[in-house]
Nanobody
C-alpha cells in the first residue's frame, strides 16, 4: 500500500515563507508525477504546481514567481517552497503523486493535507 504524507504547514505573516514536504512510501516502483493542490474555504480545489519525472515544472499563475516545486527522487519526496506569502494563499495544501507499483498501471494518491495560514 502507498501512503502520501505532507508536512510543513503553519501560520506565517504576509511576506513570510514556508516549505512544504510530501513523502511517499510503500510499494513504489516509480513516481511519475508529483504535485501540490490547495483548497481555500468556499473555493474549489485548484492546482498549485506539478513536477513530472523529467523535472520540468508547472505553476498556477497565482503563485508563479513566488513558489518553487522540486523533487528528490531518491527520497520519494516533493517540496514546495513558498515565498512572499499572501493572505490569499491561505488554504489546505494537498500533495498528489502518480505512482506505479510495477507493470503498466499507475494510480493517483493524495495526502491528507496540511494547513497554511497567512495573516495580514
Amino acid at each position: 500500500q502507498v501512503q502520501v504524507v505532507e508536512s510543513g504547514g503553519g501560520l506565517v505573516q504576509t511576506g513570510g515563507s514556508l516549505r512544504l514536504s510530501c513523502f511517499a512510501s510503500g510499494s513504489i516502483f516509480s513516481i511519475n508525477r508529483m504535485g501540490w493542490y490547495r483548497q481555500a474555504p468556499g473555493k474549489q480545489r485548484e492546482l498549485v504546481a506539478t513536477i513530472p519525472i523529467d523535472g520540468s515544472t508547472n505553476y498556477a499563475d497565482s503563485v508563479k514567481g513566488r513558489f518553487t516545486i522540486s523533487r528528490d527522487n531518491a527520497k520519494n519526496t516533493v517540496y514546495l517552497q513558498m515565498n512572499s506569502l499572501k493572505p490569499e494563499d491561505t488554504a489546505v495544501y494537498y500533495c498528489n503523486a502518480v505512482i506505479s507499483s510495477g507493470g503498466s498501471n499507475s494510480r493517483r494518491y493524495w495526502g491528507q493535507g496540511t494547513q497554511v495560514t497567512v495573516s495580514s
